[in-house]
Structures are given as C-alpha cells and as structure tokens.
C-alpha cells in the first residue's frame, strides 16, 4: 500500500520569506512523486515531479522539491514566496512497481497564507 | 490546445438518486482517472480506463462505476447518492507511460441533499 502524510495543515509565512511545505511518503518499490497545487474552486495544477536521477527538482512558478530517500521525504521548497503562492498544495505518489498502476495516492494538502 | 474539461461545473442532487459526470481528457491523452475530494481533504483514487477498460479501481462501492468511449472521453456514473457523495469529482488525464504527470480539469462540485 502506499501513503502521503503532509504533517502540517497549515503554513505562514511573509512575502519574501522562504517556503518548505513537508511530505513524507510510504511506498512497496520505487517512488514518483509528485506536487500539485489547488486555488479556490479550481483543479489540481501540476507543480513538479520527481522520477529519478538529481534529488532536487526543479518546477513551475519558482517551485523546487528535494528528494531525500533515506528519510522518504520530498518536501516543497520556494526561496522567496509570494502573496500569489497562497493556495492549497497536495503530496502524491505513485509507486513504480508496475503491478501497482499509475494511480496517484494524495496527502491531506496544506494550506499556504502568505502574509504582505 | 485544450485542457481537460469536465461538466457540469456544479450538480445538485437528493439522495436516492443517479448522477453522471462527464469528462473530455487533454489533447493527446488516452487515460482518463476519476478522484473524489471530500471538502478539507485530498484527493481519493476512484478508478482509471485505458482502452475503454476499467484498469485500476480504488476503494470504493459498486455504486461508483464508469465508461470510456472511443474518443477517451469518460463518464463517472453514481447509483444510490448518499449525502457522503457530496465532493468535487476530479478527472485527470494522462499518456500511458508510469512516469508522466496526470493533467487535472477544473472539477463538478456535486451536493447530495
């Protein structure tokens, strides 16, 4: 079975501050992973993913993630967070055995407020 | 070049009743997955099709059950609504390959009363 914990519901933080929203992940083989982030009424917008080679990855709107094996985290990260950023931010994952499929297994999400 | 798209955009219902939802996948893309997000939390896998088969089905009841036509579009049918049905009913698209991303559509936000 796989699984998604997002330990924090919420994150604060001022415009021009740092940003890390945390995810561990618990999967049988080999995991992708990926973040989505979600606005007010709207879908699911694909942030960034990991598969495999460099730990950290690289996405849209500044956004990077790093992925640390040993602690099966894959936290979120933006150097510099913007008002814009306030959303809903979700942690999936896949697990790469094929047997398994290519359904994505979500967190609980976070919830960013960006304070001006 | 169009998203994935989904209707309606809202839907109100009684319990008892039937629904279906309906939604035309990313240009390009042939897997079409349903995800129930119950308001305050993340998404939960319903099932995917690939091929006009159900591929891969998550924890849900037989009342849940779906279709894919020849073009990839998709529909998600709810027999029976029970007040818990009441979420947003997300499609996303994707190519068959294990590594790509799923695209999402914007949602139906379905209450059951």
């Known amino acids: 079975a796989q699984s998604v914990a997002q330990p924090e519901d919420q994150v604060n933080v001022a415009e021009g501050n740092p940003l890390t929203v945390k995810c561990t992940y618990s999967?049988?083989?080999?995991?992708?992973l990926f973040w989505y982030v979600q606005y007010p009424n709207r879908g699911l917008q694909f942030l960034l993913k990991?598969?495999?080679?460099?730990?950290l990855v690289k996405g849209s709107y500044g956004f990077e993630a790093e992925f640390n094996k040993s602690q099966t985290s894959f936290h979120l990260k933006k150097p510099s967070a913007l008002v814009s950023d306030s959303a809903l931010y979700f942690c999936?994952?896949?697990?790469?055995?094929?047997?398994?499929?290519?359904?994505?297994?979500f967190g609980g999400g976070t919830r960013v407020l960006v304070k001006p | 070049d169009a998203g994935v798209t989904q209707s309606p955009t809202h839907l109100i219902k009684t319990r008892g009743q039937q629904v279906t939802l309906r939604c035309s996948p990313k240009?390009?893309?042939?897997?079409v997955s349903w995800y129930q997000q119950a308001l305050g939390q993340g998404p939960q896998f319903i099932f995917q099709?690939?091929?006009?088969?159900?591929?891969q089905r998550g924890n849900f009841p037989d009342r849940f059950s779906g279709h894919q036509f020849p073009n990839y579009s998709s529909e998600l049918n709810v027999n029976a609504l029970l007040l818990g049905d009441s979420a947003l009913y997300l499609c996303?698209?994707?190519?068959?390959?294990?590594?790509?991303?799923?695209?999402f559509g914007p949602g139906t936000r379905l209450t059951v009363l």
């Open positions: 999936a994952v896949r697990d790469s055995f094929k047997a398994a499929g290519n359904k994505l297994t």
């Open positions: 240009s390009g893309h042939d897997t």
């Open positions: 996303a698209s994707n190519t068959p390959g294990m590594v790509d991303e799923q695209f």
């Open positions: 990991y598969i495999t080679g460099d730990n």
């Open positions: 999967v049988s083989g080999n995991p992708y």
């Open positions: 099709y690939y091929e006009e088969e159900e591929r």
